[in-house]
Nanobody
């Protein structure tokens, strides 16, 4: 079975940091790009950052540029989202998702597999 297991969410104060993890199984990790999306209460889901497993290229939303970074451990089939200098507007449920190939996009319809989400709360 295909699975994406997101974890690492929690509650932090403004300026704090969190690292989210996304563990993949059931598909060929190297053949997919992994994206992180988030959905805040009452808002649409938005793309945050994504990473091509094949060539390491990344695509970053302007809203998190300079604060969030993405990395992976191919041997562990895990993608990490390092979030620094968190702001209250970063509060959301964060999802990881997988899209085939190395094309990086925030079009969520391009993603085949989705994790269950992990909640991040940033308090002021």
């Amino acid at each position: 079975d295909v699975q994406l297991q997101a974890s690492g969410g929690g509650s932090v104060q403004t300026g704090g940091s969190l690292r989210l993890s996304c563990v993949a199984s059931g598909f060929t990790f190297d053949d997919y790009a992994i994206g992180w999306f988030r959905q805040a209460p009452g808002k649409e889901r938005e793309g945050v950052i994504c990473l091509s497993s094949s060539d390491g290229s990344t695509f970053v939303s302007d809203s998190v540029k300079g604060r969030f970074t993405i990395s992976n451990d191919i041997a562990k089939k895990t993608v990490y989202l390092q979030m620094n200098n968190l702001k209250p507007e970063d509060t959301a449920v964060y999802y990881c998702a997988a899209t085939p190939g190395s094309w990086l996009t925030f079009e969520d319809t391009e993603y085949d597999y989705w994790g269950q989400g992990t909640l991040v709360i940033v308090s002021s």
